[in-house]
């Protein structure tokens, strides 16, 4: 590849060019369009066969923007087919169409609809044309559809049909129809193809790096005589424009053309978790003197390095990987992706400490990866949950032989330029672990990973041992562990010579704002005497204290895996078993639960009580976190436990007396009193030698009086999908979190914008999220409000009867 070494010279005479091209008539026309196509589609629930034909009348059908999900629209109940290991939501068949214009321009041009995601089994059609179907629901595919396009007045036709009727398909929430964007995309009839660039970053150091960048031209013309050139400009993180080239000349010689090119710019910015700098490399096709297409790739010069015995580093910096797994669904929102809403998630556990995350178990919105980019946090993108053995009856193992490598592929070309992405999953606690066809799998996809990138390939195991036929297949880099935190400290004797990443740790079990005591045992939970037909628990109460003494029998509390995975470089980091609860797979409890209890931020967005442990463990900002609350029966015992640090001490004094100072010791993560409850403040003080740090107060709270209403964010931007999410406290007159409250609020809006869902983070709940009003759950309920794209003022008012109502107001910019 050509290595411009005398820099500063051809820098500068590219930088000319550049300009020279920029004041050249005609540029900055768009060479290139990508449309939003997510609004005015129309929908159907239920089958329509016949709706694809152009004669088809949609009579009926309602009018909404993508992106959708129709499941969480839907009522909860245990005989829906997903059952409530799928979060108890609808599914069937959906359909979607949407009537469109081509201005006349684009004639000659070439003309595509991309998906980012459609869940799942989605057949297309234009103007009665099939163009194709694709099963798997989270992978992205694009169409080509020039051939078939009117142009000016004459409408086209796109219709889609979605089908999520054979359930159960997902071990979790997976949310039912055109649940991420789409964009319709117009080339020239030379482009770079869809993701058709390839960024990597060699020779890197403080003091340069070499930007390498493959090109993929769809040429479409055809024409043996005619030759390109690219030239191709890098902007650093502050937007200017830093180095540049062009490239040779090149034959348009075959359908698709490959070029490569390297870039070497001196002292750059290095990407990392705390500094995500992002450059941006822009290339131009340039044919007969004039640029025919533009396409930006985003790139984050970082290195980085898993070693057997000291673990993860990056830039050259050890480093642990402190990460949480996530599904993909967004609470109460459903599937349906929403920037603003996963932004909200990755704020959350930014501020915890939290630096990766791990799609599991598919590939995520590609706006997702944007996010993380940008926030820094290293992901670990996944593909798949199952291979050729199922898991549930009809879930991919259906599809698998078919279209694995498609879908695989496709993942790499789309991902493989983010910077955030370090590591490959080709599968979660696949069955063939236990069976010689998993070696035989785990080669062939591994071989498409090799094939598009040189990352690091792991799958999920939960059979960590020598025996694991994927990882005897000697194509993993790194071992991946579910669980089995008990055989971390043999890891180099069963795999020596390998390297570890805890894949999947923990599941441990929460209700917020929940608490038994005593706190000081910790319980797997359940055992099988608890399960009635193996199917539920006796006596149960479908909470979860919130002590973190509960797990599941296959994991771990929280703070047991992290004292190991803190205690040896080798384990090079962890991904928790999960950041929020999710949808479906109500653990430990079935039906009436519907969701899940495994998060450190349940399914609203509230924290749970654990997550001020590793906000105090991953992070510096000084941290002292008290708990429960402090509204209990006269007499009874309760423990208080505090998370603290930065400090050598905790105080803690009940109605100013004290009882008690309480250091942490060895690898302790929490100090803990035992106290007779008596009403009135508690109250704790963190000191460093001997200065207080930090003083935290909880008061017993009295009847429930007023609402207060908190928003994340007071200003919205006016682009239709901006979100604000508004908690409701419940508060006695004194303005205490009344801890048990669960009154109900109705939230009213008036200003352009509408209600987008409710919830308030009880699994049990069977209220519907697209709804006004929710009823507290331990003192907490969540309105989510969009705003429309129009400016003006919204007045959020929330009522409750008995209570004083709150209004918050937001503006929308
Ligand atoms: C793991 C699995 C996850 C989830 C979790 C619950 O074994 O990979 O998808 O089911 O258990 O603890």
């Known amino acids: 590849m050509p290595i411009n070494r005398n820099y500063s010279f051809i820098a500068k005479v590219y930088l000319l060019l550049v300009l020279a091209l920029c004041s050249t008539p005609g540029f900055g026309q768009a060479l290139r369009s990508v449309k939003d196509f997510d609004n005015g589609w129309m929908f159907h629930l239920g089958d329509v066969p016949g709706a694809e034909k152009l004669t088809f009348k949609p009579v009926g059908w309602r009018t909404l923007n993508l992106p959708h999900d129709w499941s969480i629209e839907g009522q909860f109940s245990k ?26 321009s684009s004639k000659g041009k070439l003309t595509y609809i991309d998906f980012d995601g459609v869940y799942q089994k989605s057949e297309v059609w234009i103007n009665g044309h099939r163009l194709g179907f694709r099963p798997n629901g989270y992978i992205s595919f694009r169409y080509e559809l020039t051939d078939y396009l009117n142009y000016g007045t004459k409408p086209n036709v796109i219709t889609v049909k979605v089908d999520n009727s054979t359930q159960p398909n997902s071990r979790w929430y997976s949310g039912s129809g055109i649940y991420r964007n789409v964009w319709l995309v117009t080339t020239g009839q030379v482009a770079v193809d869809q993701w058709g660039t390839y960024v990597t970053t060699t020779d890197v150091s403080e003091e340069s790096a070499v930007i390498s960048i493959k090109t993929t031209i769809n040429n479409n013309i055809l024409n043996p005589d005619k030759k390109f050139t690219l030239s191709t400009a890098i902007y650093g993180p502050d937007g200017k424009p830093i180095a540049g080239n062009i490239s040779p000349e090149y034959y348009l010689k075959d359908g698709m053309v490959n070029t490569s090119q390297g870039i070497r ?9 705390d500094s995500p700098y992002l450059y941006k490399v822009l290339t131009k096709v340039i044919m007969d003197n004039k640029p025919v297409d533009e396409y930006w790739t985003t790139v984050g010069i970082r290195y980085f390095d898993f070693d057997k015995n000291k673990g993860f580093s990056l830039n050259g910096k050890a480093m642990k990987i402190l990460g949480v797994c996530n599904h993909h669904d967004l609470g109460s929102l459903g599937a349906a992706i929403n920037i603003r809403a996963m932004e909200r998630q990755l704020q959350m556990l930014k501020e915890m400490g939290c630096n990766a995350i791990r799609t599991s178990h598919n590939p995520p919105a590609p706006e997702l990866l944007d996010l993380c980019d940008k926030m820094g946090f290293i992901v670990m993108d996944e593909a798949f949950d199952c291979w050729e053995k199922p898991k549930a009856k ?15 592929t496709d993942q790499l070309l789309r991902d493989r330029n983010h910077p955030s992405v370090f590591i490959w999953s080709i599968g979660n606690e696949i069955p063939e672990q236990g069976d010689s066809t998993g070696t035989r799998i785990a080669k062939e996809l591994a071989a498409v990973v090799k094939e598009y990138d040189n990352r690091p390939i792991t ?55 929940h608490y038994d005591m005593p706190s000081d045992s910790i319980r797997r939970w359940p055992n099988n005497k608890e399960m ?6 006796m006596n149960a109460d479908y909470t979860v204290s919130a002590y973190d003494n ?55 967005g509230f924290p749970k009580d654990v997550y001020y442990m590793y906000q105090s463990e991953w992070t510096n900002k000084p941290v002292l976190h008290i708990f429960p609350h402090w509204n209990w029966e006269a007499g009874k015992t309760v423990d208080v436990w505090a998370y603290y640090n930065n400090a050598d001490e905790v105080e803690l004094f009940l109605n100013g007396k004290s009882q008690g100072v309480k250091r942490r010791r060895g690898e302790d993560l929490h100090v803990m009193w035992r106290l007779k409850f008596e009403p009135g403040t508690l109250k704790a003080v963190s000191r460093k030698n001997g ?50 409250a669960d009154n109900r609020v109705t939230f009213k809006l008036t200003g352009n ?21 929710v009823k507290a759950f331990h003192g907490l309920a969540l309105g989510i409000i969009q705003a429309r794209d129009t400016p003006g003022t919204i007045a959020v008012t929330a009522v409750s009867p008995g209570l004083s109502t709150a209004v918050i107001y937001l503006k929308i910019k």
């Open 79 to 104: 005989d829906n087919p997903a059952t409530p290991e799928g979060g108890a939501l609808p599914g069937g068949i959906g359909w979607y169409r949407k009537v469109f214009t081509v201005q006349l």
């Open 265 to 273: 710019i001196l002292k750059p910015k290095l990407w990392s978790v």
């Open 394 to 408: 009809f879930d991919y193992h259906l599809y698998f032989k078919e279209w694995a490598k498609r879908d695989l």
């Open 459 to 513: 799958t999920a195991n939960d059979k960590p041992w020598n025996g694991n036929f994927i990882v005897k297949s000697g194509e993993l880099d790194l071992v991946g562990y579910n669980y089995h935190h008990n055989d971390y400290e043999s890891f180099h004797k069963t795999f020596p010579g390998m390297k570890f990443i805890g894949t999947e740790t923990t599941s441990a079990l929460q209700t917020r704002g």
């Open 532 to 537: 009635k037909n193996g199917v539920g628990i």
């Open 550 to 604: 509960v797990s599941a029998p296959w994991g771990s509390t929280h703070e047991e895996t992290w004292k190991l995975i803190k205690k040896h470089n080798y384990l090079s980091g962890m991904f928790v078993w999960t950041g929020f609860d999710y949808l479906g797979e109500p653990t430990p409890y079935t039906w009436p639960a519907r969701s899940s209890y495994f998060g450190i931020i349940d399914l609203a």
């Open 691 to 740: 200065e207080v740090v930090l003083t935290k107060e909880i008061h017993t709270a009295g009847a429930p009086a007023k609402i207060e209403l908190v928003a994340d964010r007071n200003n919205l931007t006016a682009t239709g999908k901006d979100l604000a999410f508004i908690t409701a406290r419940i508060l006695d007159a004194d303005g205490n979190v009344v801890p048990n």
């Open 753 to 773: 914008a509408f209600i987008a869902a409710v919830d308030n983070g009880d699994p049990v709940s069977h209220d519907p999220f697209k709804a006004d009003n």
